[in-house]
Nanobody, 125 residues
Framework: QVQLVESGGGSVQVGGSLRLSCAASGYTSTGYFMGWFRQAPGKEREGVASIDRDGSTTYADSVKGRFTISEDNAKTRLYLQMNSLKPEDTAMYYC???????????????????WGQGTQVTVSS
């Protein structure tokens, strides 16, 4: 079973930056790919970014050019660098791993079996 713990959230002003981190433990493999999701109050959880084992990445249109997903060489820590933050980026951010299938859609929450508890990001103007 994979355990995921997010950190790095906080409150920033519009245009600011944050770097989220997700530590993975208690596993043999985090799976074919990992991802970051977010959920704002009253809204559905949405995919933000994902990274495959070979390093290829997928981003939601709303964050392209502003967010960058990466992982360490040991594949034990996932990162999300968030720049040029906007108020609409305010949400709880979750790390996800252990997808069901290699062909699952990368930004589909239903594709993942393991989730962290989340870290709050608040962007104020």
């Amino acid at each position: 079973q994979v355990q995921l713990v997010e950190s790095g959230g906080g409150s920033v002003q519009v245009g600011g930056s944050l770097r989220l981190s997700c530590a993975a433990s208690g596993y043999t493999s985090t799976g074919y790919f990992m991802g970051w999701f977010r959920q704002a109050p009253g809204k559905e959880r949405e995919g933000v970014a994902s990274i495959d084992r070979d390093g290829s990445t997928t981003y939601a249109d709303s964050v392209k050019g502003r967010f960058t997903i990466s992982e360490d060489n040991a594949k034990t820590r996932l990162y999300l660098q968030m720049n040029s933050l906007k108020p609409e980026d305010t949400a709880m951010y979750y790390c996800a791993a252990n997808p069901l299938y290699s062909w699952s859609r990368r930004l589909d929450a239903k594709a993942y079996r393991s989730w962290g508890q989340g870290t709050q990001v608040t962007v104020s103007s």
